[in-house]
């Protein structure tokens, strides 16, 4: 900043001071208190005039009590949502290298497009003919997701990644009943490298789960599929590429292995993103995919949501697919929301017809990339990937060797562990250094995982700049530099919170505290 | 191509210090003969202007609620969102954040969670709320299949009261998971005796109070008969905004609470992404799926949040979870946050009597329409209308008027025999001379 005397100030000896600030703030740094402190509950920042005096219609089932909710005039709204803005990292403030959640960059073009009131204001329940335009984009999207799979159909309404399992899961169960198999087959086959949602889902539709061993170069060996097929196994769930980062390459073997058996694949599609225009999974004999659209295709997190899973299917399970869904007959484009109309359909998984303001983002990512460009993402991705790998990999260990990786590069903790320090220790200094972390514990079978995804979004400056970061940090971290570790965060709005105590003793909402004594 | 950052020359440098010969080497464990050789057969790229104009033709295709009369409702409902919502909301630091694993720098995403929950604690007059569920249907299911959990019954007891699709989406569950689920016939005028339905069996009773044929429901009596019974009392609502003026589920002696968030802070979006809120007596605590968010302190002290007892979760207990949920609807959560934050309770209290004064008012020129009847002796934004003809026909009849009359009852529940009945919704959107436009576009129609 300048002073009065237009001369430049100079820090001084103020560099290494630390300051007790009367607000607790520390300069842009805000703190902020809940809605509950600083609202009143007769204050509204939304003007609405009474009604005029009527008759109610509520047969005496009135609110009586006070509900308890403050409000706040706009501009305190404002203030106060902004500052806790503040406190999030983002894909837009900088590198987010969540392996597995590809934080990739949110083209601001398809927010603005969802937000068209021919999208965003129409209603599900409208008479069909009023939203043609609608129908045609879902139509338009699932075209799109056939093609970039090479299956045979689509179900539009599963909601998250984790619903379209559910979705594909419960495809090949009606299936397997309808084969009159489902007494039979109620085991299903996932390895130890699968997302928690894999075993989680089919054990919410009765499967029983069984683990397929990890073989010692990270990808799943079809020779002890085969061994574990049987006529009492209803489906493989493999994911691919899958988690530790590397494609399934005897992927075609599994399939053939899995049909042959009577059983049916679901893949994963979360990690879809790294091979888009590169290969199909139709042509690799799935079954059943989710692709989660706010991964693959761009859709924006938010923080943990909402997210969109359309799951594309195979010839054999696409008579059982959910609905509602859309049909071009003679009379054109319509939505069928009648079940008599789909005698195998396994029924309804949601209210409505699916996550249209994801669709809209959706379509709106690939009219942009196109063919060529969707290709390209992928190839960039995996370039950057690879890019780190090869920068890190002298000083990182690798649970499976240093081998080619797809779109994510996952190390282990082998090289930490001289050093005392953990994988957690180690993804808090990347805080400090205005890094989000990796994903860290996660797959299982690498120890003291660190899954590193950069995503196409980052310039080969950002890579370098990040590859520069990490260097430094494990070289501290082998030299015994152990405070920059244990102590971080130290720049972050807090430092390292008390989980145990989070959930030793569970408080989930705000009260009133005590009267203080005065 | 404008989001991807690296030049030709970048790409040969980084193949360069990785000592690849080209990108292809890095796709070599993908069987040849499967690896796609040309660009698939999809339009090329095309710049934003371009993609922009072809997304605005599709979507002025579209009849948006906005541009008419609108009257439709059943489960989705057209409100005033104020501006700054949707402003924060696209803020960057909320709009592109993940969950909040690493909470240090996730407070902004975790602190509106915990405010989240408190909120729809209070609205729904239960103790403990969750951090939100994709929709109020997909929420009702997991509402059954913790109350299985809970009782160690399968058996679940659906209101002829119940949203159909919300019916639906649980028996497609109940069926593939090998439990049982009793939908009773339609209700319309909300005279079902649940309680005697409830046998040895029964884990639990779900009933939508205002129903989706619009009318209000007492359920002390019933939460009485459940707990004699050992069942669970699950209430549903798919207007939130109800419950600004309506006696909440809590206080009626839900045991857990589904409901559908969207109508603050959220637009229709042709059915989603909406937010599923999610509340339960905190005896049940451990058994309630989706993230929690919980209070704590830092190092040094100082109180911050953190996603808490993700024990019950799929990332940590795999097959053994609560659920399979992972996601919420986090964006819709704080656009629900705001909204009510804007509101507070003087302002919701009157938006609530806004809607009901405009329901009652739509209610009493419907049915004065010579052959129209109000079926509803209660009801709070929306209420049943009979019509002397087939009430799908007569929506289409409506809609080239350009009136959206509402719900033909035949599109929810086809084939039972209730197709002159129309679901009719009025909000505070709605304009003394929409509900006059209504009126006299029926009297037209008919």
């Not at chain 1, 600030?21 to 939304?46: D, K, M």
């Not at chain 1, 937000?115 to 075209?143: C, K, M, Y």
């Not at chain 1, 990690?271 to 995919?289: E, Q, S």
């Not at chain 2, 040969?12 to 050789?37: H, N, Q």
């Amino acid at each position: 900043m300048l002073n009065r005397q237009i001369r430049a100030t100079t820090a001084g000896d103020s560099a290494r001071l630390e300051v007790e600030t009367f607000t607790s703030n520390r300069g842009l740094a805000l703190e902020e208190g809940l809605i509950f402190e600083i609202g009143r509950a007769e204050v509204t920042g939304v003007d609405l005039d009474e009604p005029a005096p009527f008759e109610p219609r509520l047969g005496g089932l009135e609110r009586k009590d006070p509900i308890g909710l403050p409000g706040l005039s706009e501009p305190e709204t404002l203030r106060h949502y902004v500052r806790l803005s503040q406190k999030n990292y983002s894909i837009d403030s900088g590198l987010y290298p969540l392996g597995s959640c590809t934080m990739k960059h949110n083209p601001r073009l398809n927010e603005a497009v969802a937000r068209l009131p021919g999208f965003a204001d129409i209603h599900p329940l409208q008479p069909q003919s009023t939203v043609p335009g609608a129908l045609e984009l879902i139509e338009d999207l699932a075209h799109w997701l056939m093609t970039l799979t090479g299956m045979d159909a689509v179900a539009m309404t599963p909601k998250a990644g984790a619903h379209g399992e559910v979705c594909g899961m419960m495809a090949i169960k009606a299936a397997i009943e309808a084969k009159g198999e489902g007494e039979t087959r109620r085991i299903v086959l996932a390895p130890d490298s699968a997302h928690g949602t894999n075993p989680a889902t089919a054990a919410r539709l009765g499967f029983e789960v069984r683990s397929i061993p990890a073989r010692a170069d990270g990808t799943v060996d079809a020779a002890e599929v085969e061994r574990l097929l049987g006529p009492d196994v209803a489906a493989i769930m493999l994911t691919n590429p899958n988690t530790c980062g590397l494609f399934e390459k005897e992927i075609v073997e599994i399939a053939a292995a899995t049909r042959n058996a009577g059983a049916y694949f679901y893949c994963d599609g979360a990690n879809f993103n790294a091979i888009m225009g590169k290969t199909r999974p139709g042509d690799l004999g799935v079954d059943a995919m989710h692709l989660n659209l706010h991964k693959t295709f761009s859709t924006p997190h938010g923080g943990g949501g909402p997210g969109a899973g359309p799951v594309v299917l195979s010839g054999r399970l696409a008579p059982f697919a959910p609905a509602p869904f859309l049909r071009r007959d003679e009379n054109g484009l319509r939505l069928v929301e009648r079940l008599d109309e789909a005698p195998y359909s396994l029924g309804r998984l949601a209210a409505f017809h699916g996550q249209m303001g994801m669709f809209v983002r959706a379509y709106a990512y690939m009219l942009s990339h196109g063919a060529d460009g969707l290709r390209q993402a992928a190839e960039d991705a995996v370039l950057s990937a690879n890019y780190i790998r090869a920068s890190l990999n002298d000083l990182m260990s690798q649970p499976f060797g240093d081998r080619p990786c797809m779109h994510e590069v996952l190390f282990d903790d082998a090289w930490l562990k001289p050093t005392g320090l953990t994988t957690l220790d180690f993804a808090k200094a990347m805080i400090d250094e205005g890094y989000h972390p990796m994903t860290i514990y996660f797959p299982l079978v690498a120890h003291g995982a660190m899954l590193i995804e950069p995503t196409e979004s980052e310039s080969k400056a950002s890579l370098d700049l990040f590859i520069a970061t990490m260097r430094d940090l494990a070289m501290a971290a082998r030299r015994g530099e152990t405070e920059r570790f244990l102590g971080a965060p130290v720049y972050a709005p807090r430092r390292r919170l008390d989980e145990t105590r989070a959930a030793r003793n569970p408080v989930l909402k705000w009260t009133r505290p005590p009267p203080q004594p005065v | 191509m404008r989001y991807l950052p690296l030049t030709s020359e970048d790409r040969s440098d980084m193949l360069a210090r990785i000592g690849a010969s080209g990108v292809d080497a890095f796709f070599s464990d993908i069987p040849a003969e499967k690896r796609l050789a040309q660009t698939l057969d999809l339009p090329l790229r095309k710049s934003e202007m371009e993609v922009s104009r072809l997304l605005s033709g599709l979507g002025a295709k579209n009849t948006a609620a906005g541009s008419v009369p609108f009257f439709v409702g059943a489960g989705a409902y057209k409100h005033h969102i104020p501006a700054s919502v949707d402003h924060l909301i696209q803020r960057s630091e909320f709009l592109t954040s993940y969950t909040p694993y690493q909470p240090e720098i996730a407070q902004g995403t975790l602190q509106y969670i915990f405010e989240f929950q408190t909120q729809v604690a209070a609205l729904t007059g239960m103790d403990v709320a969750n951090a939100s569920m994709y929709d109020g249907s997909t929420a009702t299911v997991e509402a059954v299949l913790m109350a299985h959990r809970i009782t160690g019954k399968r058996k679940a007891v659906l209101s002829g009261g119940l949203h159909p699709h919300y019916a639906e989406t649980v028996r497609t569950f109940s069926h593939m998971t090998g439990d049982a689920s009793t939908a009773l016939p339609p209700d319309v005028f909300a005279t079902e005796n649940m309680g005697a339905m409830i046998d040895a069996d029964t884990s639990c009773v779900v009933v939508q109070t205002p129903d989706v044929f619009g009318n209000l429901r007492d359920l002390s009596p019933l939460a009485e008969i459940c707990k004699a019974k050992g069942a669970l009392l699950i209430a549903v609502f798919t207007e939130a905004v109800s419950l600004g003026l309506v006696t909440p589920p809590g206080a009626m002696g839900a045991d857990i609470v589904a409901g559908e968030g969207q109508s603050i802070g959220n637009s229709l979006n042709f059915g989603g992404p909406y937010v599923g809120l999610f509340a339960a007596k905190a005896r049940y605590l451990r058994q309630i799926p989706g993230r929690l968010c919980g209070e704590t302190l830092d190092a040094e002290g100082r109180r911050g949040f953190v996603l808490t007892l993700s024990t019950r979760e799929q990332h940590i207990k795999r097959d053994k979870a609560t659920s399979n949920i992972c996601t919420n609807s986090g964006l819709c959560c704080l656009a629900f946050t705001i909204h009510m934050t804007l509101l507070g309770e003087a302002g919701l209290r009157r938006l609530a009597r806004i809607n009901h004064a405009n329901a009652v008012d739509l209610a009493d020129r419907l049915g004065a329409v010579s052959g129209v009847e109000v079926l509803n002796k209660t009801f709070f934004n929306e209420f049943t209308i009979r019509v002397p003809c087939d009430g799908a026909e007569l929506i289409e009849r409506l809609a080239e008027k350009g009136v959206l009359g509402g719900v033909p009852v035949s599109r929810l529940l086809p084939g039972r025999g209730l197709d002159d009945l129309i679901l009719v919704a009025s909000s505070e959107v709605n304009t003394p001379d929409d509900r006059a436009a209504y009126a006299q576009a029926l009297r037209g129609a008919l």
